[in-house]
């Protein structure tokens, strides 16, 4: 299990009461994900911690401090554990279960809110059981209406969400106004979803996406969400205290009808980064404080520029011309151009009375919400094609994914680990460069993106393309993070299917002419004939390229014997997989084409029964050493 997974619902608390269940939850304690807890009574579980006492009275104190329980109990013994400790869904952690042999993991409780779901899938790829999931909205595939903003980092507001998940399962219309925030997490929607859109009141429930109050209509139940693009500029009189400006936000907001959980952050003037009011107000709030020069200031146009400011620090403008210039410093994801970010509210000079100091706010409206969360970049490798030959690692990442990015084929291979709510991005095969910047730009924005490559990622495929992108891009190495997760790559499902044709010295070659010199290729194919290294080729043949691979096999005779075993693997552990064995000379007479490697023994390996076999060691039986 890869730790970064699981960062989400740390800090996770595992629970066994038998050694055989401690074993089960090992997994978690391996990544250092979870701390496991056993009874006094329960000696030897390495790297275990122990209570003593009752376990009801030892989860009264882990409670409040975990976002996640892992238990291998009786489901029955945990909901009588868990039962008295309950209070709400919008607070209470993951309860998941797993049973001692392994084979289920239920989501217990918070399966929505508290991510329990979720992270029940990512423990059952893991330990390849089976997840048991009973919301209604994973039987039918329907919306998450209380999760559907999380990603984007969007703030829940308030509503009757009993009701309107209620309306959703039931398949009642749901009008949907959005006036702000990304509509990518339309792309995640199921194909029959209930909702609507428009300005009329024609829903049975209404969900509002946006940075204003709503106008309500008493009698349709109705939620918000609340995506974080109002930036807030503040200038003020040095030491005005927190409390003075938290007011004056929350005057101006009020008149406005803005809701204050849309706040990204705030803004303002460098000399004011230390303004300890402030400072404290975005430290309470977890808020950034964006702060400029005067001279980037000076730039902007505002509708309230003053020549006082300007004499005193430099630029005519502070809170207008900071809300403005950090409201366009978020990333740029859509794909078609954004106008430029608004002002919602010229400045407003508030003060307090009974209070010192003085503040002026200004808000400006950004297009793109900020979402808070630093990003991830999954590069995982999908295996050459059934779901069983991908590692449980890989899987995890797919299910956990915010975003899943690839070629449609490969996708389409690993349909059954998607989950309802994720965003598919598909591209064709030819622009993988544009697949990588797409990729970057979402996680630099905050999403965890896997990008799926078939085989190994990092072999021929799209993790390199990612890597070096982003190194271009200045990438500090840190954020977005990046993780690769290997795959079973084409030269050895190829293998497998044939026998042991790669138990000595091999390589791989692409054929592919398109980012390699041929020169190069040729150079290549040489040196490793010379060398008698097993050779995998790789892009053996398209259409449109048919010549590489004749010069391939010329090269090879000059150095192999005509009757050297070859393999062509087409499409291995896929449904029309195609093998045959032949030989050095024979090999150009079957169908080769770019689902196809080819496999070239060296000059020891043989043929028998049908299976291709490379020896181990060039020295006969006699002087066998170690084979592993
Ligand atoms: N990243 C991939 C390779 C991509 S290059 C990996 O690690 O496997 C594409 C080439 O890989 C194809 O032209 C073919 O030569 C080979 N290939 C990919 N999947 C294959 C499969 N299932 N069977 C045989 N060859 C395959």
């Not at 544009?434 to 990622?457: F, K, N, T």
Request: aromatic letters at 6%; proline letters at 5%.
């Amino acid at each position: 299990m890869t730790t970064s997974l699981l960062q989400d619902f740390q800090p996770i608390a595992a629970i066994a009461t038998t050694s055989i269940g401690a074993n089960q939850l090992q997994p978690l304690l391996q990544t250092r994900s979870a701390t496991l807890w056993v009874p006094a009574s329960l000696t030897g579980i390495a790297g275990a911690q122990v209570y003593t006492g009752s376990l009801s009275d030892h989860l009264q104190t882990l409670w409040i401090s975990h976002r996640s329980f892992v238990f291998c109990l009786a489901t029955g013994a945990v909901v009588r554990l868990i039962a008295p400790l309950l209070q709400h869904k919008a607070t209470d952690p993951a309860v998941v279960v797993v049973d001692e042999s392994g084979q289920f993991v239920i989501s217990l409780c918070g399966g929505h809110q508290a991510g329990a779901d979720q992270l029940t899938r990512i423990l059952a790829a893991t330990m390849e059981a089976t997840p048991v999931l009973t919301g209604a909205t994973n039987r039918a595939h329907l919306l998450g209406i209380d999760v559907l903003g999380v990603p984007f980092g969007w703030v829940k507001g308030e509503g009757n969400w009993t009701a309107v998940s209620a309306a959703i399962a039931r398949g009642e219309a749901v009008q949907v106004k959005q006036t702000a925030g990304s509509d990518l997490w339309c792309q995640g929607l199921p194909p029959e979803h209930p909702l609507i859109w428009g300005e009329e009141q024609l829903g049975k429930a209404q969900v509002w996406i946006g940075a204003k109050r709503p106008i309500a209509d008493s009698q349709t139940p109705l939620v918000q969400w609340h995506p974080r693009v109002l930036w807030v500029g503040v200038g003020c009189e040095r030491g005005t205290p927190k409390i003075v400006i938290e007011q004056a936000v929350q005057t101006v907001f009020q008149q406005q009808d803005l809701v204050e959980a849309a706040i990204a952050g705030f803004a303002t003037i460098d000399l004011k980064a230390d303004e300890v009011g402030l400072i404290e107000l975005c430290q309470e709030r977890n808020l950034p404080l964006r702060c400029f020069s005067a001279a980037d200031l000076r730039t902007v146009t505002v509708p309230t520029p003053s020549l006082i400011v300007a004499a005193e620090v430099g630029t005519p403008s502070v809170a207008e011309a900071a809300a403005i210039l950090a409201s366009q410093s978020s990333f740029q994801i859509r794909h078609t151009p954004s106008p430029h970010p608004a002002l919602q509210v010229a400045k407003q000079i508030v003060r307090v009375e009974g209070q010192p100091g003085a503040v002026t706010i200004a808000v400006a409206e950004a297009t793109q919400e900020y979402t808070g969360r630093s990003g991830r970049l999954w590069l995982v490798g999908t295996g050459p094609g059934q779901l069983d030959q991908m590692t449980a690692a890989a899987k995890a990442a797919i299910s956990q994914a915010d975003v899943v990015i690839g070629y449609s084929l490969y996708v389409d291979l690993i349909a059954a680990l998607l989950r309802p709510g994720q965003i598919i991005e598909t591209l064709p095969i030819t622009q993988e460069r544009q697949r990588a910047e797409r990729a970057i730009a979402l996680a630099q924005w905050g999403l965890s993106v896997a990008v799926v490559s078939s085989g190994d990622c990092g072999i021929y495929g799209m993790a390199g393309l990612v890597m070096e992108q982003l190194q271009a891009l200045g990438w500090d190495g840190k954020t977005p993070s990046v993780q690769v997760f290997p795959g079973i790559t084409a030269l050895q499902a190829a293998a497998s299917r044939v026998g042991t044709p790669l138990m000595h010295d091999f390589c791989a070659i692409s054929l592919s002419d398109l980012l390699t010199p041929w020169d190069m290729i040729e150079k290549r194919l040489t040196a490793a004939a010379q060398a008698d290294f097993v050779v995998a080729l790789y892009n053996p043949k398209s259409q449109t390229r048919t010549e590489q691979i004749a010069i391939a096999q010329r090269i090879f005779q000059q150095y192999r014997d005509a009757t050297t075993p070859v393999a062509i693997v087409r499409a291995a552990y896929r449904l029309d997989e195609q093998i045959i064995l032949t030989t050095l000379a024979e090999f150009l007479h079957h169908p080769i084409d770019m689902l196809t490697t080819v496999l070239i023994g060296n000059q020891s390996t043989r043929t028998y029964a049908n299976w291709m076999i490379t020896p181990r060691g060039y020295l006969g039986f006699d002087r066998q050493e170690s084979l592993d």
